[in-house]
């Protein structure tokens, strides 16, 4: 019988590295994104999932999937009731590209089914966080791998939304659909992800409301060795490539060796005379209201925009905003 990992279960193995052991890659929306094997949606018709089975399978995953575990059924006949198995029963049709199979005899539900599904169960800012990590080139850690490893893209928001289009069970697919509004691809960590959205989101979401930027956006600069000028691409965390506005996060500026600080240096200066604005962000300005409407100001004047003066409910918008965001990372 087969087993459909789903929900929780299926972005835990997305997270995990063994997700990713002899993937191919494949080039989109100019990022390079994984290629998962695609599998047969008739599995999924022909599925009638063991409890037992899907606990044996969830243990081979080397601890990364946690309890309860999250399986799909295509019937409400088939659905399992096992202890520390959490059955979803879909009765539609699943898109093509809907599963990826597991390193083991199962498997799990592709980045976009797992995004519509998670959309779900989170909350609207926790969705847009989700996408912009499934479309960012980190992993948040889990219980057997802590820290963010560095990975290609998941997927990407023009594949999220093609796959929207397909999706055959409209119902639940309306926070996916408004969250992916505002994610935007490329991200390298969960700051960066905090720091985009705190810029960009609408002021009724408590955000400043400033134009999507790119992140980790290739920047033509030139160099001189020994008395030759030498082209060479600089990376931005965050970019306004049209108004050669650039925002870079440094987590810790104060506690830096000589050489990061030089090469961090030598970086900006070649940035400045590509004529890129360079503002630095540091996690303490992040962390700090103030600070940050600083910042904001800042780049609302470097980039020619105007601050709409916001409601009176703003402010209490952008506290709930900073409250779902920021106490992860202290």
Known sequence: MAIIFSHISALEYLRSESAFVGLDERRSDQLTVHRFPPSKCDTFRKSAPSGRDALDQASCFHGYMSRPVHIMASSAASRCKTHDVICHVHGSRLPTGSLIRSNTDGFVCAPELCF????????????????????????????????????????????????????HARSGTQRAVHALRYILPGSASPMETVLAMLLHLPKRYGGYGLPAPKLNYPVETTQTHFGERQARQRICDLIWPDKLVAVEYDSDLHHRDDQSIARDSIRRVELENANVSVVTVTRAQVFNLTRMDEVAGLLFKLLGVRFQKPSVHWRAEQRRLRDELIPHFH
């Open 116 to 167: 519509i599904q998670m959309a779900q169960l989170l909350s609207f800012v926790d969705t847009i966080q989700l996408g912009f990590e499934l479309c960012g080139t980190y992993a948040k850690g889990n219980a057997a791998s802590e820290g963010v490893p560095a990975r290609n893209p998941l997927t990407t928001p023009m594949h999220l939304r093609r796959y929207i289009e397909r999706y």
